[in-house]
């Protein structure tokens, strides 16, 4: 009898330590998430979502794809998604975290960004090159290829002073920006042991063979953190003539 009731009663324990230990581990996932995103309970996550490419009015159904998978992250991690259009003026950056989807050309939020943030950034437009796309980062540039290859930027950036940091996702195309908010959440432990949750950082991802793969396979092609943070020199004036050297 004893020895059935020791039997029970380390059975009873070693229950108790796995259902902590599953606890402990879910808490420090959920902790390490909240700090990564800089989000949490309670408080407002805003997702802005820039207009569909081709029809201004409207949004195009894979970047609602990815702006599902970063409101599923913010409710997961308990904070309230708050989707807001990128012709939307939403007051105050960095009070709360942000994800950006969505390009220059098509979300007004993300170009005021990058203007400020990462100024080594450029995109060209539809009209100015609607084969390409191309994605400028310093003295780069990644051209989009049909089929085969397409490029996507997504970066964290801390604004001076702010405790809330901001998500870019800078695509060529919604396929684009749909694998970088997937990327986001599938490396975000990878990521996090990286940059922690205090550093800006700022990289170019491949989609390959939309075609065929969709989303689906992503490889990273170069962390740009310094080129799209540096700003570019300005270029000299031809109007203005050199003073003569004596």
């Known amino acids: 009898m004893n020895d059935l009731a020791i039997n029970l009663l380390a059975s009873l324990i070693a229950g108790v330590a796995v259902w902590a230990a599953q606890r402990l581990l879910r808490y420090r996932k959920a902790a390490r998430r909240r700090a990564f995103f800089g989000l949490a309970p309670g408080k407002r996550a805003l997702v802005v979502v820039g207009r569909h490419g081709a029809a201004p009015m409207s949004i195009n159904k894979t970047d609602v794809a990815a702006v599902l998978e970063l409101a ?19 007051e105050g950056v960095g009070d709360q975290a942000e994800f950006c989807v969505g390009g220059p050309t098509s979300n007004l939020r993300t170009a005021a960004h990058l203007r400020w943030l990462l100024p080594g950034v450029t995109q060209s437009s539809f009209d100015e090159d609607p084969d390409g796309l191309a994605l400028t980062v310093g003295d780069r540039v990644y051209r ?44 975000q432990d990878t990521l996090h042991a990286q940059y922690g949750s205090l550093t800006s950082f700022c990289l170019v991802l491949r989609v390959v063979n939309r075609d065929a793969y969709g989303s689906d396979v992503v490889e990273l092609v170069a962390d740009v953190t310094e080129a799209a943070t540096a700003r570019p020199l300005a270029k000299p004036d031809p109007s203005i003539e050199a003073e003569p050297t004596a």
Do not use: W
């Open 144 to 187: 989009r290829e049909r089929g085969a290859s397409e490029y996507v930027l997504v970066a964290r950036m801390l604004a001076p002073g702010k405790r809330r940091p901001l998500f870019l996702v800078c695509g060529q195309t919604a396929i684009t920006n749909h694998a970088a908010a997937k990327y986001l959440v599938d490396q």
């Open 72 to 90: 599923v992250l913010a409710k997961g991690a308990g904070a309230e998604p708050d989707i807001a259009l990128h012709t939307e003026v939403v």
